[in-house]
């Protein structure tokens, strides 16, 4: 199993994202998928999640109204859509599926399958 991560890089405050995740051997149709971040010297933290069983898709407070989850457009794909970007968002994004406990966001107890990570910095 295996997920990579794709779409980071550099971008200007306000500047827009799109952030995917890929999986292999693993279908995303039938996981809960979250993305998460970890920036420098703090804790990792997710941003956002979409359920299996209903589509219902979670957004965290620190990018709620700036921040889509969706099924991609590209086969077995979850993507990130961050929009008005700021330096606060400069981490590495992973995303992660949940395969054993649960294909609600509510109900995932842990995530079983990472991506690497991608780096996004939002500067000036």
């Known amino acids: 199993v295996q997920l990579v991560e794709s779409g980071g890089g550099l971008v200007q405050p306000g500047g827009s994202l799109r952030l995917s995740c890929a999986a292999s051997?693993?279908?995303?149709?039938?996981?809960?998928v979250g993305w998460f971040r970890q920036a420098p010297g703090k804790e990792r933290e997710e941003v956002a999640c979409i359920s299996s069983s209903d589509g219902e898709k979670v957004l965290k407070d620190s990018v709620k109204g700036r921040a889509t989850i969706s099924r991609g457009d590209a086969k077995n794909t979850v993507d990130l859509q961050m929009n008005s970007l700021k330096p606060e968002d400069t981490a590495v994004y992973y995303c992660?599926?949940?395969?054993?406990?649960?294909?609600?966001?509510?109900?995932?107890?842990?995530?079983?399958?990472w991506g690497q990570g991608t780096q996004v910095t939002v500067s000036s």
């Open positions: 051997a693993i279908t995303l149709d039938y996981l809960a």
């Open positions: 992660a599926a949940a395969a054993f406990s649960s294909w609600a966001c509510s109900g995932v107890v842990e995530y079983d399958y």
